[in-house]
């Protein structure tokens, strides 16, 4: 098991409570999901490839995002301290679709 899925795995068991699936798109890095399913107990569900409707959500994230790192942008000088900016930024920033509240206040609300 990669990296990738034991820090899933942990954050899914630190704040089990705030999960009821977990929706993903077809990369790589999900390719452990039923690793992670079995050591969790949380199912995953994987979008239909090229239906970027069926992760609104993440897919307008991504949109922010391109504000901070715009596309065809070289990851290569981008720092842990630099994602963690971003992070930050967008996490505390109010979101219509949470009625004007922040990802953040959400997220500790539930």
Request: aromatic share 10%; with cysteine; net charge positive.
């Amino acid at each position: 098991m990669g990296e990738a899925a034991r820090r899933t795995i942990q954050l899914v068991r630190k704040h089990a409570a705030k999960f009821g699936t977990i929706t993903a798109d077809n990369g790589t890095e999900f390719h452990a999901y039923k690793q992670i399913e079995k050591a969790t107990g949380v199912n995953f569900y994987f979008a239909t490839p090229h239906h970027a409707w069926e992760r609104g959500t993440n897919e307008n994230t991504n949109g922010l995002i391109r504000q901070y790192l715009p596309k065809r942008t070289s990851m290569a000088r981008v720092t842990q301290w630099d994602c963690n900016r971003i992070a930050k930024k967008l996490n505390t920033r109010p979101r219509k679709r949470y009625d004007y509240d922040t990802p953040e206040e959400r997220f500790h609300a539930a």
